[in-house]
Structures are given as C-alpha cells and as structure tokens.
T-cell receptor, first 115, second 111 residues
Framework: DTGVSQDPRHKITKRGQNVTFRCDPI?????LYWYRQTLGQGPEFLTY????????KSRLLSDRFSAERPKGSFSTLEIQRTEQGDSAMYLC?????????????FGPGTRLTVT | GQNIDQPTEMTATEGAIVQINCTYQ??????LFWYQQHAGEAPTFLSY????GLEEKGRFSSFLSRSKGYSYLLLKELQMKDSASYLC????????????FGKGTSLLVTP
C-alpha cells in the first residue's frame, strides 16, 4: 500500500473561485478525516467519514465547505466562493477502526493559497 | 472541549537528550499521541499512550500521567534530522475519535 495520497499538492486560486481537493485513503480504511492546518498551528478537525457516511462536521466547516465520500473509498472536499481566510494546508487522514491500530495515517496535504 | 499546551520552541544540541512537555485539559480522554512534522510535510506518527507510564520505541519515549493531564516526549541521541515540529494530540470520545492537536513545539537541533 502506498499510503494516503492527496491531489493536488498545491492550489492557488483567486478569491471567489471554487476549489476541490481529493484524498485517497489507505485501501480498506473505514475512517477518513479532514483537518486544516494554518502556519504555526496544529491541525484542526473539520469532518470525518465512517465508510461513505459523513458523521460529524466541526463548527469550522462553514456552509461553503462540503465533503463527500461517495463509495466509501476516496473523498473530496470542496470550498465554494473561497476567501483569503481559507488559505491553509488541508490534510486528510485515514484509519481502520476496530483493528487495534490506533494510528491515523496522514496524507501529504493540499496547500491552498487564496489571492 | 480540549485545551492542549506545549512549548512553542526548543533548541538542543546534536547527541543530547530533550524532553518536550504537553499538558492537557479534556472532557473525554481516549489516548494521547505524538506526531512529528517536518516543514511542509504531513505529520508522522511517533507514539500512543492510553495508560499511565512510559512507552519506549528506539530513541523516542513517551510518558503519560492521566491524573495530572501531562505527557512528555523524550528524544535521545539527537540527530540533525530530528529538527521538526512535534505535535501533541489528545483523542477524545467525540468526533469519531478525531485528534485534537496542540500548536506544536518547533525543535531545532544544533551541531
């Protein structure tokens, strides 16, 4: 297994544009998390999926944000009408619940810059 | 909610030992994690503690005291490549066991 992958690695967009990021978790991991990390801060939880079901969203996730995991495998995170405050690293992590493996495996992240 | 505190920066010498402390206040506790993060890269897992005591893994050890809301990460025989940010994270019982991270401790290892 090659680990968690994310695409794109970098995205520069103009304010007001929509962007979509993709995360491919480790195969057969049933839990998938999205986090956001700004400079000098630790990652902050945004949302998580159990298979294809989105079970919780943080207050950080405004209505401009939407996430999907349609087949319980890859996930997408879309930001509509981007704002400069959305500039951050968006990290995806996956985990297999119930296998005794507590680690969350992180992808390399997508760095978003909104100009 | 969660409140996690760790020093912002530390400096240590190559070959030495450094201890990075983390204190936390949490409404629910389901484990404490340490991750290493090099600039521009993803966090990588270092250790997990759920019971009190010391967990050792090579040059890295992590300690937990649940009653004190305290953990530390001990790095021995420091190498230049250990220069990175070290993130303390608490896993609660909410949010699908998502991790709540501190702001990270930036460690600089000098020759």
């Amino acid at each position: 297994d090659t680990g968690v992958s994310q695409d794109p690695r970098h995205k520069i967009t103009k304010r007001g544009q929509n962007v979509t990021f993709r995360c491919d978790p480790i195969s057969e991991h049933n839990r998938l998390y999205w986090y956001r990390q700004t400079l000098g801060q630790g990652p902050e939880f945004l949302t998580y999926f159990q298979n294809e079901a989105q079970l919780e969203k943080s207050r950080l996730l405004s209505d401009r944000f939407s996430a999907e995991r349609p087949k319980g495998s890859f996930s997408t995170l879309e930001i509509q009408r981007t704002e400069q405050g959305d500039s951050a690293m968006y990290l995806c992590a996956s985990r297999q619940l119930g296998r005794g493996d507590h680690e969350q495996y992180f992808g390399p992240g997508t760095r978003l810059t909104v100009t | 909610g969660q409140n996690i505190d760790q020093p912002t920066e530390m400096t240590a010498t190559e070959g030495a030992i450094v201890q990075i402390n983390c204190t936390y206040q949490t409404s629910g506790f389901n484990g404490l994690f340490w991750y290493q993060q090099h600039a521009g890269e993803a966090p990588t897992f270092l250790s997990y503690n759920v019971l009190d005591g010391l967990e050792e893994k090579g040059r890295f050890s992590s300690f937990l005291s649940r009653s004190k809301g305290y953990s530390y990460l001990l790095l021995k025989e420091l190498q230049m490549k250990d220069s990175a940010s070290y993130l303390c994270a608490v896993r609660g019982a909410n949010s699908g066991y998502a991790l709540n991270f501190g702001k990270g401790t930036s460690l600089l290892v000098t020759p």
